[in-house]
């Protein structure tokens, strides 16, 4: 722990770049995905009246379900296409600029939310929550790479893991927000929704300040002395020639490889292993339940029976929980409230376990000239996740009532057993480290592959004869 504290004393220049690139990061993606759960009430009631003024005549319920479904679904497909942009856009400009742009077209996506109310069009709301999906697909893998190149090694674990810490801090500031006694009204739902717009223009004016990550501009830019500046920006004056040397190696390794594409990065051989890993954290991600509870929390604890007027505050609980476990990652009338203090339980597996793991894992099992793309399949997978378990879920508890959270279970025996066995450890290792890890692997298995076909053909040959 002491060496720990430490270390953030020496690069404590480093730790106000992590606050700018996390609060206009995946912090937004966090509240974006949690306000709607308060602003849902009262965006119905606006869609019917709003339609009753256009047209006289009230909405069915199912028309207004699906114009409400709509709403919500958009988010997630602009998340898929700003996902699958992404990859190309940060290792063309750099996650600086694509983040800087992001900003602007999220202040424009916030304003149509924040002004639907006043201009009495529910369609705004449906355009500003689709480009806020886009700009999420686009700064949730800016932010994780930028966060990843900008570490040094003592503080790579800490700094990769800040990104799970800001996407829970997300959730929880939307929770307290949208509380009724602040913006969770019917009077305040469009500026509750507009937020974000607040947070990204802190962003764009503070970012500026900042320089590009060091890998970036040394392996892509071919910047030395420029690399050596932002290294001694972010950590402070020193002796970086370690890491400096590190980073030649990974470019003499990947000299003459050009930025992978994605169907490059599917179709490469030697990316196999790192691909099925990120894929099992990704299942462990999305199938444990956490995205069901992020999109119903209130649904859960109605069927629960939790007094309505406490929810807000129990859902509120939920986010904290997120928060903390992140951070330290490493008939009776008690009953009701046991399936509370179990989600709470559960928030704090999944924080110190696959949430908090996740971003580092992938920016250490992956070269630069993969990296990218990389983010983009894994952001892809995500989104999809997040659109099949809001559709899904609600049937599911429809179905199985109390047991629904069992159907994740075995998802979870099996990765967790898979992770065990095929994830090396990364910790202390540089990227070149581990990748060489993977290829010795690989040659193993190809050597074993090879001893037993030539057993098999003497076999063959001693039969024969």
Known sequence: MAGFLSDLVQYRKLLPMILVLGIGGTHLSGFQMSVMDYASPYI????????????????????????WSFIVSMYCIGGMIGCLCSGYLTAKYGKKKCLLFNDLVLIVATLHTGFSRRAKSFEMILIGRFLE???????????????????????RGFVNVTSSVFLALGKTVARILGLRDLLGTEDLWNVLLSFSGLVALIQLLFLPFFPESPPYLLLQKGDKNGCLKAMKQLWGEGNYHTEFEDLLKERAATKGTKIMNVLEVLKEPSLRQQLGIMLLLLLSLQLCGLSAITFYTSEIFRTANVQESIIPYVSLGVAISELFAIIFCDQFFWMRYCSVILIFLFIIAYGTGPAGAFSSVINEIFTLSARSSAFAIGGLIIWLGLTFTGMIFPFAVMALGPFCFLIFIAVLIISSILIYLFLPETKGKSITEITEEFKTRQFKKKHHQTVEKNASEQNTLCTKL
């Open 44 to 67: 119905q009631k606006f869609i019917n009246e709003t339609w009753l003024e256009r047209y006289g005549s009230v909405l069915h319920q199912e028309t207004l379900t699906l114009l």
């Open 133 to 155: 999906g886009i700009c999420a697909g686009i700064h949730m893998n800016a932010h994780v790479q930028y966060a990843g190149e900008i570490s040094p090694k003592k503080l």
